[in-house]
């Protein structure tokens, strides 16, 4: 088995290639000439030997463009696939490969021992993505699990609790996280996450895409952290060609490929709120501390717990939470009538992060926020002792 594949003609280097593995990993280097850059992924996955590689080498001696366009291509149909750009490097360059799903950009210089480290990471990263792969698409395995962020208002962090959420299962499940902004009008999730998306929802519910779930995946925009996210369409008036049956497609056909399906929605209750949430399996409620925002989420609930439509599981997240604003957990409980879940509260960091489009649960922060962030990911971790249904709903520490 080639577990390693390099598209180069530069023959010293790929003598570094064989040095770095040889007694130190398993499996071997096959390679391919320059002009293979131009074939598509199944074109190429032609010339290997056995399975596919887990490690492929783009360069040097190619032109980077071509290796970035092909690597987009690799990355939507052969995620599990670790790739490598080998080429002298600028600020910009990295970037883009970034973007399109590379996951090391290094010199064609590079020495022995750090090609062995390198090769090694592809090795983990390519292991660990065919595990959450297998989870996320085995045929036979029940849906996954669909998540609605909801509240009946705007502004209260549905949009920075779902990119968080994501961001997070991705960690439990790479590549088994599909985001999906529900938001159709004014929905940010690609600028939340600096994404430049290709297609959007629209393309997602028309035509072929709506026929055929591998179809579909191609018009995904992927996140390098490993989310898979479908964006709001580029004009708002383009949410009037997207109909609630669109919608219980879309997310019917996602589950059936995703581990866990994160839908980001508008503020109340339109008719595609009401249609994800006869899909969810999961509602994560938004409440802020004030009582506009937790009248509106009382009201909201009842409504949707007469029409049968509130998901099996509760996720109540009190966010701007604030010793100051007059209102204390235990008031916004007796309000709800529901206890409160998880509080998150009032930070600095997470306007921040929304401007620099970097959520908070990818970078270093942990701050309160990040942190309770983090506790709402931890329970749909399914190793996790919080799932467990004897705590799923226990009282909140006073924040
Ligand atoms: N706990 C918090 N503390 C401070 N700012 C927050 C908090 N949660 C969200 N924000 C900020 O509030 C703004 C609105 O949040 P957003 O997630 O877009 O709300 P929605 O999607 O419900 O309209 C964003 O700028 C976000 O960074
Ligand atoms: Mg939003």
Redesign the pocket.
């Known amino acids: 088995m080639s577990r390693f594949l390099a598209i180069t003609a530069v023959r010293d280097f790929e003598g570094r290639v064989r040095q770095a593995i040889t007694g130190a990993l398993h499996g071997d280097l096959q390679t391919l000439p320059p002009e293979a850059i131009a074939g598509s992924p199944a074109d190429i996955l032609q010339h290997t030997a056995g399975a596919a590689p887990e490690v492929l080498l783009l360069g040097p001696g190619i032109n980077p463009e071509e290796a970035l366009k092909l690597a987009v291509l690799f990355d939507l149909q052969y995620p599990e696939i670790s790739l490598v750009l080998v080429t002298p490097t600028s600020p910009e360059l990295v970037l883009a490969a970034m973007r399109a799903g590379v996951r090391d950009v290094v010199s064609p210089e590079i020495n022995v021992n750090d090609l062995r480290i390198l090769l090694e990471r592809c090795c983990t990263a390519a292991s660990s993505r065919r595990r959450g792969m297998s989870m996320a698409t085995a045929p036979d395995q029940e849906s996954g699990r669909v998540i609605a962020v909801m509240?009946p208002k705007?502004?209260?962090?549905?949009?920075?609790?779902a990119t968080n959420l994501a961001i997070g299962l991705a960690k439990l499940a790479p590549m088994g996280v599909v985001l999906v902004d529900l938001d159709l009008q004014f929905g940010?999730v690609a600028t939340g996450l600096q994404l430049e998306p290709e297609h959007s929802i629209t393309q997602a519910v028309h035509g072929a895409a709506a026929q055929d779930s591998m179809v579909l995946k191609a018009f995904l925009t992927v996140h390098p952290a490993g989310v898979y996210a479908l964006c709001a369409p580029r004009t708002p008036a383009e949410s009037d060609y997207i109909t609630a049956d669109h919608v219980t497609q879309l997310l019917t056909q996602l589950a059936s490929q995703f581990q866990y399906v994160v839908v980001?929605t508008a503020?109340g209750l339109g008719e595609h709120c009401l249609a994800t949430l006869e899909q969810a399996t999961d509602g994560v409620w938004?409440c802020g501390m004030d009582v506009p925002s937790v009248r509106g989420l009382h009201k909201c609930l009842d409504v949707l717990r007469e029409l049968q439509l509130l998901p099996r599981n509760r996720h109540v997240v009190l966010?701007?939470a604030d010793r100051k604003s007059g209102l204390s957990v235990q008031d916004v409980e007796a309000t709800l009538n529901v206890p409160v879940d998880v509080v998150?509260?009032?930070?600095r960091t997470?306007?921040f992060?929304?401007n620099r489009g970097v959520p908070v649960l990818q970078s270093k922060t942990r701050d309160a926020?990040a942190k309770g962030l983090q506790k709402l990911v931890d329970r749909f971790n399914p190793s996790s002792s919080i799932q467990s249904s004897r705590k799923l709903h226990r009282r909140v520490v006073v924040a």
């Open positions: 509240s705007g502004g209260v962090g549905k949009t920075t609790v940010d980001d503020p938004i966010n701007f998150v509260p009032r930070s997470l306007p992060s929304t926020a």
